[in-house]
Structure formats: structure tokens, C-alpha cells
């Protein structure tokens, strides 16, 4: 009888897609993989940091595990993704049946892990994998220790997924004051075009007709091909081209450039709106490719220049709405989703009010909208008291999202 394993996922697409890498190597070294926790021998947690809610889920989750790990000592209790790389050993103090943690930049050596632990004689004993903290070690060191992790994945028969997801560009340099994700996800580093385009065509050759690019900020993907820089823009028209290729589309979009950027969160720095910004060419690209979406999600966060001021965000209300115009100028039937947060420190309602005047001027087809959750080791929870209180937060959630649902109704 091959061995089971269980994954459970949340987070974003990127943690959909480590979990698809994860379930693609245990698979080749003869596990199976099993829809419930109960009968599996290996159950692992694919967990998410970017609200403090995400992580309650998963704790309560393992707790709820006690009684199975009760039930099969020799079984395997792993805790992956974002949580295990911002947690660490603290994993063990708040669930001390956990048998290893494993951050995102430590996947390739997943299988190995799990093969080690399964042929213990003893109870497993505890393993820490994870990566070198960004804010502590120096910059080169710290993108050695986030490893990117690209195999060769079987796409699933029956896999109900509508696009494959294939990975641009590795971690993140915006260092929005909010966010855990540069922390957790390490420096920016975008993957060589030829690597990419191999993936789309091995993915193509399995029968994938849709494609879905993800990175935190596809819109600064880079990579130096001797003299040329290739850009999105120029990922698009190579990608566009292979054989199977329906569709493509990708996210998400940072409305300035990246370039510039600083590689730690500390210290002032050149911020530019620099040409990696959502350029003409990459809206041509858009407009005139057949096989890529007329559709952009670009998070706006907010409609406040003193809110996005706080949140690090490098644009103001006014150059974002000019953005918007743009793209429904360029792009004929074009549509644009966005992310706010709201409640964000010191946000008051004549702030809070601008940013409902800004959803209803740039009539996005959704807008994905967040009651501000703090994290400790990020610049807002160093700088700012999260001081609106929760109920505001919810009367803010839900006005905003009214807001929204009125545009999407009256917008097909
Ligand atoms: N790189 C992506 C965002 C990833 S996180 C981007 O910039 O588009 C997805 C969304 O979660 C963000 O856009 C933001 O709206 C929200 N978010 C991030 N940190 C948050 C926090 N501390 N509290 C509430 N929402 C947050
Ligand atoms: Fe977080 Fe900002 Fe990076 Fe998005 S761009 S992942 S919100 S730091
Ligand atoms: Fe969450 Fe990590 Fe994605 S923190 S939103 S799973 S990058």
C-alpha cells in the first residue's frame, strides 16, 4: 500500500502553486494523495500570514489534529508556506505535535524531508527548514537561502483548476508598510525567460490551454539576456505564440515601477516611477495580443494620499485614477480588479471617503476589500497604532463593498 498524504492550502495563487509542486514530488516518490486528513499518513499545512486571521485558521486547524497524531505516532505533521518561514520554531511552542516547518524558499527539499522523517524508527524528531531573515543578513546571503523551486509538474488528469499557474518571478521589494510578504517571501528575483517559456511549452504539451503568470508585481519582471532586457511586456509576445495557447493572463500589478527599489525596508532611497511602471508596451501587448485577457488586477489600497503615503505605496489617488484612464483608453473593452484595505492606521472617514469616490470613478469589475490586520515585524506595526477601532473596520467593509457590488451590477 503506497503512503497518503493530505494537503490543505491557503494563501494566494502562489501557495496554490507550491502546493501543486509539493503534490507533484511527494506523487513521484510513490505517495498518493488523499482528499482526507483521516486515512492520510503524511498531512501537511500550506499556510498563509497576510492577516492575522489566515493564521488563527491554521492554528486551530492543527490543534483540531491533536487526536489523530494521538491516534498514529509514526504519522507526519508538516507545516509549509509563508506562516512556517514568519513562525518558525514558534510552530512547535503553539502546536508541540507539529513534526517539521518548511519555508517557501526551502520546497525543493520537501520530499527528502518527508523521506527522512517516514523511515524514523522512533517517533519523528523535529525539523526547521527555512530561510534567512531579510531584515538581519546581508542581501546576497538572504537570496541564497530563498531557493527558487521550478520542477517538472504532471498536471493532474483530473485536475479542476482552470489555468495552470506558472511562476515569473520569485518574492517581493515593495515593502508596503502593511505587508509580511517580502519578509516571508524574500528578495525579488524573476526567472529566465527560456525557463518559463520550456514550462508553458511542457504544460501546453500535457494538454494546459490556459495560463495564469504570477508573481507579487508581474509588472517588474525583468531579466538581463546579455545586452536586451526582457520585460513583461516581451514574455507576452514570446508566450503568446506556443502551440495550445488559448489564454493568458497574469497577476498582480504594482501601479508604479519597481525599479529602483531598495532591497531592505530600511533607509530612504530612489524611489522612481521607473519604465517597469504599467508602461505603453505592456498595455499594446494587452490590447493586441488575441490570447492574453483584457483584464488587469491592479491593487490600489486606497484613495487617500496620506493613507498611501503610511502604506508606503509610491503613487498618489490622483496618478492612479490617471492609470485607470489610460487603460480603458488603450484597451478597448478592457477590465481592471483591485485590493483595498480599509481601517488602515490613522485612516479617518474623510480618508476612507476618498477611497469610495475613487472605486466609483474607476468602476473595477471587483474590488477584493480587507479589514486592516496588523503584523508585528512590518513598518506600520513599528510606526503607527492600529487605531480604528474593529466596528469601524466592518462599517468601512461594508460600505465599500456595497459600493462595489452596486458598479459590478450596473457594469456586466
Ligand atoms: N503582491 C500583491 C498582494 C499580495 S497580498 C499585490 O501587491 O498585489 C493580497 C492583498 O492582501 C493585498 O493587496 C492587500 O490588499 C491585502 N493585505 C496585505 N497585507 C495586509 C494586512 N496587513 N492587513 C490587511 N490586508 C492586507
Ligand atoms: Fe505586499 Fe506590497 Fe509586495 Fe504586494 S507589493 S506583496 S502588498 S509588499
Ligand atoms: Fe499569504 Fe504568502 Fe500569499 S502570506 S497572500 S500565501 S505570499
Redesign the pocket.
Given at each position: 500500500m503506497p503512503q497518503k498524504f493530505y494537503i490543505e492550502t491557503?494563501?494566494?495563487?502562489?501557495?496554490v502553486l507550491d502546493s501543486e509542486l509539493a503534490a507533484s514530488a511527494l506523487n513521484m516518490m510513490g505517495m498518493q494523495q488523499s482528499n482526507v486528513p483521516d486515512d492520510a499518513d503524511v498531512i501537511l499545512f500550506n499556510?498563509?500570514?497576510?492577516r492575522q486571521h489566515?493564521e488563527d485558521k491554521v492554528y486551530s486547524a492543527l490543534g483540531r489534529l491533536k487526536t489523530w497524531k494521538t491516534e498514529k505516532p509514526f504519522g507526519i505533521l508538516g507545516v509549509l508556506?509563508?506562516?512556517a518561514q514568519k513562525d518558525q520554531k514558534l510552530v512547535f511552542q503553539r502546536a508541540p505535535h507539529v513534526d517539521f516547518v518548511l519555508g517557501?524558499g526551502c520546497l525543493d527539499v520537501l520530499a527528502e524531508t518527508i523521506s527522512r522523517l517516514l523511515a524514523e524508527k522512533i517517533r519523528p524528531s523535529k525539523t526547521v527548514c527555512v530561510s534567512l531573515n531579510r531584515t538581519a543578513n546581508a542581501h546576497p546571503d538572504v537570496l541564497d537561502s530563498f531557493r527558487q523551486y521550478n520542477p517538472e509538474r504532471i498536471v493532474p488528469a483530473e485536475s479542476d483548476i482552470p489555468a495552470s499557474l506558472v511562476r515569473i518571478m520569485f518574492g517581493c521589494n515593495q515593502f508596503c508598510s502593511y505587508c509580511?510578504?517580502p519578509f516571508?517571501?524574500g528578495p525579488e528575483q524573476s526567472r529566465p525567460p527560456q525557463d518559463i517559456i520550456n514550462e508553458v511549452r511542457h504544460l501546453a504539451g500535457q494538454g494546459t490551454a490556459k495560463i495564469t503568470l504570477i508573481g507579487?508585481t508581474v509588472n517588474s519582471y525583468q531579466y538581463q539576456e546579455g545586452e536586451r532586457s526582457v520585460r513583461l511586456s516581451d514574455l507576452l509576445y514570446r508566450l503568446s505564440g506556443i502551440t495550445g495557447i488559448e489564454q493568458i493572463d497574469f497577476v498582480t500589478m504594482y501601479p508604479t515601477g519597481g525599479r529602483g527599489k531598495q532591497h531592505s525596508p530600511t533607509g530612504g532611497g530612489g524611489q522612481q516611477h521607473g519604465p517597469l511602471g504599467i508602461d505603453e508596451d505592456l498595455l499594446q501587448a494587452v490590447r493586441d495580443l488575441p490570447n492574453v485577457l483584457k483584464h488587469l488586477h491592479i491593487p490600489a489600497q486606497s484613495g487617500s494620499d496620506a493613507v498611501l503615503k503610511r502604506m508606503n505605496r509610491q503613487y498618489t489617488a490622483a496618478f492612479y485614477r490617471e492609470l485607470v484612464d489610460r487603460i480603458y483608453a488603450t484597451i478597448p473593452g478592457s477590465t481592471i480588479t483591485s485590493d483595498f484595505i480599509v481601517g488602515f492606521c490613522g485612516e479617518t472617514d474623510a480618508d476612507f471617503e476618498q477611497t469610495v469616490d475613487l472605486v466609483k470613478h474607476c468602476r473595477f469589475r471587483n474590488s477584493f476589500i480587507f479589514k486592516y490586520s496588523e503584523r508585528a515585524g512590518t513598518k506600520a506595526a513599528e510606526l503607527y497604532a492600529d487605531d480604528v477601532p474593529d466596528e469601524v473596520k466592518k462599517f468601512r467593509h461594508n460600505r465599500l463593498l456595497a459600493t462595489q457590488i452596486e458598479i459590478s451590477r450596473t457594469n456586466p
Open positions: 491557503l494563501g494566494c495563487q502562489m501557495n499556510t498563509c500570514s497576510v489566515a508556506g509563508c506562516m517557501p509580511i510578504v516571508v517571501r507579487q
